[in-house]
């Protein structure tokens, strides 16, 4: 069983910026994909980036290009989110995923690609 375990959330100013981290345990691991989804209050769950095995290729949601930048450490089996400028509609519990893949270079925007969740981890923006 794969545990992914979140870490970095918090309360934060608006413009201010926060790093996001996501390590899984639990299996041995081959080839993976990873992303990160958030939910506000009230809201469905929504893209936000992914991130393939090789790290080469990366995709985000329109709403976080040219802000946020995903990034994983494979040695170290851990995702990183980097969130720059946030701005109040970024608050949310933010939750990374990932799924055991043949591909160096799959990736997912759909959450229903991903088969392990992270316990999720709140991220407060305020003005």
């Known amino acids: 069983q794969v545990q992914l375990v979140e870490s970095g959330g918090g309360l934060v100013r608006a413009g201010g910026s926060l790093t996001l981290s996501c390590a899984a345990s639990?299996?041995?691991?081959?080839?993976?994909?990873m992303a990160w989804f958030r939910q506000a209050p009230g809201k469905e769950r929504e893209f936000v980036s992914a991130i393939s095995w090789s790290g080469g290729i990366t995709s985000y949601a329109d709403f976080v290009k040219g802000r946020f930048t995903i990034s994983r450490d494979n040695s170290k089996i851990t995702v990183y989110l980097e969130m720059n400028s946030l701005n109040n509609e970024d608050t949310a519990v933010y939750y990374c995923?990932?799924?055991?893949?043949?591909?160096?270079?799959?990736?997912?925007?759909?959450?229903?690609?991903?088969?392990?969740w992270g316990q999720g981890n709140q991220v407060t923006v305020s003005s």
């Open positions: 639990g299996a041995t691991r081959i080839t993976y994909a």
């Open positions: 995923a990932d799924v055991l893949t043949a591909s160096r270079v799959y990736y997912s925007e759909s959450a229903g690609a991903y088969d392990y």
